[in-house]
């Protein structure tokens, strides 16, 4: 099993940057594939971004050249630096660690709030 804690949401303008880290506990993060969903107020969760256990990665289109995913498997730590950002960028952000062996797991969120 795994917990995640997810860190580094605010209020920021149209334009500018924000990083969250997702902190992992425990020995196997590097058996994960590890991801950045969100959910926008009154719309359903969805998936931002994905980073394999290799480090290859994947985007949402509308996050594509904006967002960059990274993980750090000697840290247990994976990290989404967000740039340009936009006010459809409001969500709170969830950072999900999942394994067809060992499961899914999420962290309780974190809030990211752009202003126009």
């Known amino acids: 099993q795994v917990q995640l804690v997810e860190s580094g949401g605010g209020l920021v303008q149209a334009g500018g940057s924000l990083t969250l880290s997702c902190a992992a506990s425990?020995?196997?993060?590097?058996?994960?594939?590890m991801a950045w969903y969100r959910q926008p107020p009154g719309k359903q969760r969805e998936s931002v971004a994905h980073?394999?256990?290799?480090?290859?990665?994947n985007y949402a289109d509308s996050v594509k050249d904006r967002f960059t995913i990274s993980r750090d498997n000697t840290k247990n730590t994976m990290r989404l630096q967000m740039n340009s950002l936009k006010p459809e960028d409001t969500a709170v952000y969830y950072c999900?660690?999942?394994?067809?062996?060992?499961?899914?797991?999420w962290g309780q969120g974190t809030q990211v709030t752009v202003s126009s």
């Open positions: 425990g020995s196997t993060f590097r058996l994960y594939v």
């Open positions: 999900k660690a999942y394994n067809a062996l060992l499961g899914d797991f």
């Open positions: 980073i394999t256990r290799d480090g290859i990665t």
